[in-house]
């Protein structure tokens, strides 16, 4: 065995050389070819001594350094990995859909979740107008009815549609993330979340028709609500599904399940995350423009036909069709 | 690539890796305080983008009238959004799993057995941080970090991911007995050292340590040792223990490198 100091002298320049080399804090890919293979070939070398160093025994100072320097070698070496669109488009395209139908039973869950607290909501709304004051302060309910009461035969400036169209991407889609994130506290959160918003627009909704404006609303929900209201289930879905996976481990650790989850849920979420931009964009400019409620119907028809026949049957196995 | 979970691994803030290369090594664990910290200074940079946008589109406000202001206050909330949720994303799947404030402080983002950062890991735990957030100030997490033996918050266990710590560290000096044992010190042990090869290795181990003790406390710890080997040994010595020591390493080396 050769002593340390002498194994120290023989190897530490090598040592020395790399530690400059990953010292720059560049990623890997900005240095030329032949700087990177003189990194890939001291990494190596210097996983070899690593190795000597623990079985000879060596002083833990030295371990420690070299544990180090392999550490950030090997975060360099094999952290280059370039973000492909390709691989975007198809867990858009092909895994969303696919891991939405996978799960469907949380899609449906999420579905009553919502939509049972807004029929509440809008039937107690018609029925008796206090009910709203339970669920909504009433100055924000005679603000919505104000809002709605005109009608969009005018547009509005393009300037407010803008800000608007803004104003959903940092709200809804936070709506959203949120109802999906709390979904971990065994699912809990994703329940709260999509019950409250359900009856928090039925409320809504069935006050703005007492006050004889449910065309308006109506007609100004219908362009961008399969986008939107599709994606806040999904989202919810997720969460649901990811709570889920916390109490049927089906053998697993709680934490290993899960991961075996991760994947699909992940899917999920972006899919939803870019149904709600694309919402987020009718809403601002579409759905309060001037166009004949006749023509925003059409393109409503057209939109959920679209939404649903992507998630039906995109991203289906070729054989199987 | 995996990590092992055997309860023989100690007890310490570290993660073995084992590479492609059949290495294995281990990364050193960020702990709250560290990861806090960097979080505050991610704060501070986001804060500091989104004043410098407000003020830019103030400006232009003033000076554009109410058509250009609709227009800013709209960038300005998807600028919000993207603050908000997609920072981190972005910024780790630029920087393979690191952030301004990760950077800063040398913390790096790796999956469980060690790989790089994909960006849906990416997106997954940094979206679960509205969870994490939960009630305050990231009080869930934290609680989830101090029950976890990686400090992994609620979003890293959804996205199979730890934050280690990739600090730089030095060794020691090479070894060196100053001055060299004369042949009277010498002369006072035996040829042979009766020492076994961990008693050795410890041995260099404390002389290796001694640039960095306090005189006192190298003194302290010597004399604890120097009486039990001199009585294996079947000398006496006087006064310098960690003297004693050094000259006892020498002959032991002596004979073993050769």
Redesign the interface.
């Known amino acids: 065995?050769i002593?340390?100091?002498v194994f120290?002298?023989q190897r530490e320049p090598e040592w020395r050389e790399l530690?400059l080399l990953l010292?720059q804090?560049k990623?890997l890919y900005s240095h030329d070819g032949a700087t990177i293979s003189r990194i890939a070939t001291l990494y190596?070398a210097l996983?070899?001594d690593?190795?000597r160093v623990q079985s000879a025994?060596y002083?833990?100072?030295?371990a420690?350094?070299?544990?180090?320097i392999?550490?950030?070698t090997?975060?360099a070496l094999?952290?280059?990995?370039p973000?492909r669109a390709f691989g975007?488009t198809g867990?858009v395209l092909r895994e969303f859909p696919a891991a939405l139908r996978k799960n469907w039973r949380f899609f449906l869950l999420a579905t009553l979740l919502f939509v049972v607290p807004w029929i509440i909501g809008q039937a107690g709304t018609m029925a008796s107008p206090s009910f709203a004051k339970h669920v909504l302060p009433a100055s924000q309910l005679e603000g919505m009815a104000q809002a709605y009461s005109k009608g969009f035969d005018e547009g509005r400036?393009?300037?407010?549609?803008?800000?608007?169209?803004?104003?959903y991407?940092?709200n809804n889609?936070?709506i959203a993330?949120?109802c999906?994130?709390?979904?971990?506290?065994f699912g809990l959160?994703s329940v709260f979340f999509l019950i409250y918003n359900g009856l928090t627009i039925g409320t809504v909704t069935g006050w703005v028709w007492n006050a004889g404006h449910g065309g308006n609303i109506l007609t100004f929900m219908c362009g961008h609500a399969p986008f939107e209201l599709t994606a806040i289930l999904i989202s919810g879905a997720a969460g649901l599904r990811?709570g889920y996976a916390l109490v049927a481990t089906e053998g697993r650790t709680r934490?290993g399940s899960?991961?075996a989850s991760?994947?699909e849920?992940?899917?999920m979420?972006?899919g939803a995350a870019l149904m709600l931009i694309i919402a987020a964009g009718i809403e601002?400019f579409w759905s309060p423009s001037s166009l004949p409620p006749q023509v925003k119907w059409g393109a409503s028809v057209v939109f959920t036909l679209g939404v649903s026949g992507f998630l039906l049957f995109a991203g289906r196995s070729r054989k199987l069709a | 690539m995996k990590v092992s979970q055997t309860f023989q691994e100690p007890i310490d803030t570290s993660a073995e890796?084992e590479?492609p290369?059949h290495?294995r090594?281990?990364?050193?664990l960020a702990g709250p305080a560290r990861r806090a910290l960097a979080y505050l200074i991610d704060l501070f940079v986001r804060l500091l983008i989104v004043l410098v946008l407000a003020i830019v589109a103030n400006i232009a406000g003033v000076a554009a009238g109410?058509?250009?202001?609709?227009?800013s206050?709209?960038?300005?909330?998807?600028v919000?959004?993207g603050l908000?949720?997609g920072y981190y994303v972005v910024c780790e799947?630029l920087?393979?799993?690191r952030s301004p404030g990760k950077?800063v402080l040398h913390l790096?983002v790796?999956t469980d057995t060690?790989?790089?950062l994909?960006?849906?890991d990416s997106?997954?735990r940094n979206?679960?941080?509205?969870?994490d957030l939960?009630p305050n100030a990231y009080a869930l997490g934290l609680l989830v970090m101090g029950r976890d033996r990686r400090f992994r918050r609620?979003g890293d266990?959804?996205?199979?991911t730890m934050v280690?710590v990739?600090?730089?560290?030095?060794?020691?000096e090479?070894?060196r007995i100053h001055p060299a044992p004369t042949p009277r010190e010498l002369s006072s042990l035996p040829q042979r050292i009766p020492l076994s090869g961990d008693e050795l290795?410890a041995l260099?181990?404390y002389l290796?340590r001694v640039p960095t003790l306090h005189p006192a406390r190298a003194e302290e710890l010597a004399e604890i040792v120097a009486p039990v080997f001199a009585r294996r040994l079947g000398v006496r010595f006087r006064g310098d223990a960690r003297r004693f020591l050094e000259v006892l390493f020498f002959r032991a080396?002596e004979r073993?490198?050769g």
Do not use: K
């Open positions: 065995m002593p340390q100091d120290v002298a530690d010292g804090d990623e190596r996983c070899g690593l190795v025994r002083s833990p100072d030295l420690g350094y070299l544990n180090g392999a550490g950030r090997h975060s094999y952290g280059a990995r973000i975007f867990l400036m393009s300037g407010v549609d803008a800000s608007m169209a803004g104003f991407v940092y889609v936070g993330f949120r999906f994130a709390t979904g971990i506290l959160g990811m934490i899960l991961r991760a994947r849920i992940g899917a979420i972006v601002g | 890796v590479t290369e290495v090594f281990h990364h050193h109410t058509e250009l202001t609709g227009l206050n709209g960038i300005l909330a998807v919000f959004f908000e949720w799947t920087w393979s799993g950077r790096r790796i060690g790989r790089p994909h960006y849906l997106i997954l979206l679960l941080r509205a969870a939960l609620l266990m959804v996205a199979g280690v990739e600090d730089r560290q030095y060794f020691g090479a070894l290795d260099e181990l290796r080396r073993t490198a």
